[in-house]
Every structure is written in structure tokens, then in C-alpha cells.
């Protein structure tokens, strides 16, 4: 990652990317700050044209890159790309506050869901009934779907209502 982000952080380029589910190409302009690794595969994020704001794009589905060495920029002093993902489940963003998202774990789970930090600013609150309540800010709770479902019978949805009413429709 380190060669592709010197390369990324120093030039403007043309990128065309495959778009999931569709399979459908979308050339965009964008501006990179920074190549990472999270949650199993590679990102970067930087500005980009169309919509002209700051995003996070998965290098995997990018199919072809093209310098444009004529149109070069400066990363901001103040971005940092992990700050502006820290409160995110995995790499979606949000313009709006962060929500509160509250989940009841069965107490079978119990152990499973101490031994790992799941988010950064989560807490977990033990009920004298051996559930637990799991509370954390994120930025997009949506993203936090096939994470939930993988728990299935053993949680439930407290908060947020459109999580929980996402969860219902399925």
C-alpha cells in the first residue's frame, strides 16, 4: 500500500470503477489523500468530482486510473482520513449527526461479544438478567446490517428505529 499511496497522494486522477451491484462502469475525477486497508480490503479516500465533497472508494473495484499530471494538488493540512472515518462502521460517512445505536444481546453471546471491540466508542452495559446492552455512535448505522443479522436470534435492535424497522421488513 505504501508505493500506491505515494502515488495517490500527489496526483489528480481519472478513475473509471465497477459499481456493485449494477456491475455498471462510473468515470469519476478525484483528488486521494490516503490508501488504507479496512475491514478486508483496500480504500481510498479523497475528493472527488462529481459530487464534489470527500469519499471513500474501494481500489478493488477501480478498473483503470489515469495521472493527470498537469493538475496537481494539496492534501489540507488538517485531513486526516482516519478521523474522518472514526466514527463510522466500516467506511460509510455521514453528513448528519451521529445515532445512537443500541442492541440487546442474549446472554449466550455474552462472552463473544466482550471479547471484542467492535467499534471505538462503543459500551457495554451488563443487565442483571445476563443480556447486554451494546451502545455505540456511528455515522451510518445501515452499514452495520450484515454485522447484526450475523448475530440472528441472539440480538435485538433497541435503537435506532429505522435499523430496527429495516431488520422487521426482512
Known amino acids: 500500500l505504501s508505493v500506491a499511496s505515494m502515488l495517490f497522494r500527489c496526483f489528480f486522477f481519472f478513475f473509471c470503477m465497477v459499481r456493485r451491484p449494477q456491475r455498471s462502469t462510473l468515470d469519476r475525477s478525484s483528488e486521494a489523500s ?3 486497508k479496512r475491514q478486508h480490503t483496500s480504500h481510498v479516500v479523497g475528493w472527488r468530482e462529481p459530487p464534489g465533497k470527500v469519499r471513500t472508494l474501494k481500489l478493488e473495484r477501480i478498473q483503470r486510473v489515469e495521472l493527470q499530471k498537469h493538475a496537481h ?3 489540507p493540512a488538517d485531513f486526516d482520513p ?3 472515518l472514526a466514527n463510522a462502521w466500516g467506511i460509510w460517512t ?3 449527526p451521529l445515532q445512537d445505536v443500541v442492541l440487546r444481546f442474549h446472554p449466550r453471546v455474552r462472552t463473544r461479544v466482550l471479547e471484542t471491540r467492535w467499534h471505538p466508542n462503543e459500551k457495554v452495559e451488563e443487565l442483571a438478567d445476563g443480556y447486554l446492552l451494546w451502545h455505540a455512535q456511528v455515522a451510518e448505522p445501515r452499514e452495520m446490517l ?5 448475530w440472528g436470534a441472539d440480538v435485538e435492535v433497541i435503537e435506532t ?3 430496527r424497522a429495516a431488520l422487521e421488513k426482512e
Open 146 to 150: 450484515p454485522w447484526i443479522r450475523g
Open 94 to 96: 455521514s453528513e448528519q
Open 82 to 84: 482516519r478521523q474522518y
Open 73 to 75: 494538488y494539496s492534501i
Open 34 to 36: 490516503d490508501v488504507y
Open 161 to 163: 428505529k429505522q435499523l
